[in-house]
């Protein structure tokens, strides 16, 4: 089983959807990352969260730390949100990954 | 601008031929990294530096090697090259591994080996 699981690993979704993607986690951790890939490849840091909730424009991250589980939520999704959102973990010595959440948003 | 630079952003090359990422940053970060993606497999962490001249393994470390010998700089070396390693190569850099260190991920090299 893996350490770090996403779902859904596809979503499709319509201009101005609520778009939701979850992380779970079974690993001791110091901190949580959530992070974009676009079709071109490079890597963006999103949010590294310990606790609670943060914000960023239309992207909102959550953690519950008891529950070892975040959600990425994305209001009024566009196009150019259509990318991959991988989930990692900061263990002490290195970042463990979830295999990403490809998401794609139509006009 | 605060960023990762690796080079080169794609490559083909014949196995057995040695090559040499390379991966600068230039934020003063002491943790560097390298990571490799493979379709289904998520991104594996191949070997971490939390600082000049201390370098350890990571998950995948077989057929690698790196050096850190100055802080900005960390290259990845590929001693004798296999079809295996044919693969999507990040370098990532933070102040720290750890509670408050976010990370700054070069653009990827794309790799080949025939």
């Known amino acids: 089983k893996n350490e770090v699981e996403q779902s859904p690993q596809n979503l499709t979704a319509q201009e101005g959807e609520f778009i939701t993607i979850n992380c779970s986690y079974s690993v001791g951790i110091s901190a949580l990352h959530w992070l974009q890939q676009h079709p071109g490849g490079g890597i963006v840091s999103l949010f590294m969260?310990?606790?609670g909730k943060k914000k960023h424009g239309r992207l909102i991250a959550t953690i519950n730390i008891q529950e070892k589980h975040s959600s990425l939520h994305i209001t009024a999704s566009h196009p150019r949100d259509s990318a991959v959102y991988i989930c990692?973990?900061?263990?002490?010595?290195?970042?463990?990954f979830g295999t990403g959440t490809r998401l794609q948003v139509f006009p | 601008e605060a960023q990762v630079t690796q080079n080169p952003r794609y490559l083909i090359t014949v196995t057995g031929k040695k090559l040499t990422v390379t991966c600068s940053q230039n934020?003063?970060?002491?943790?560097m990294s390298w990571y490799r993606q493979d379709p289904g497999l998520g991104l594996r962490q191949i070997y971490y530096?939390?600082?000049?001249?201390?370098?350890d393994k990571g998950d995948v470390p077989e057929g690698y090697k790196v050096s850190r010998k100055e802080k900005r700089n960390f290259p990845l070396i590929l001693e004798s090259p296999s079809p295996n390693q044919t693969s999507l190569y990040f370098c990532?850099?933070?102040f720290g591994q750890g509670w408050f260190s976010g990370y700054t991920f070069g653009s990827g090299t794309r790799l080949t080996v025939v």
């Open positions: 969260l310990s606790s």
């Open positions: 934020m003063n970060h002491e943790y």
């Open positions: 990692a973990v900061s263990l002490t010595d290195k970042l463990i």
């Open positions: 530096s939390m600082n000049v001249e201390v370098t």
């Open positions: 990532a850099s933070s």
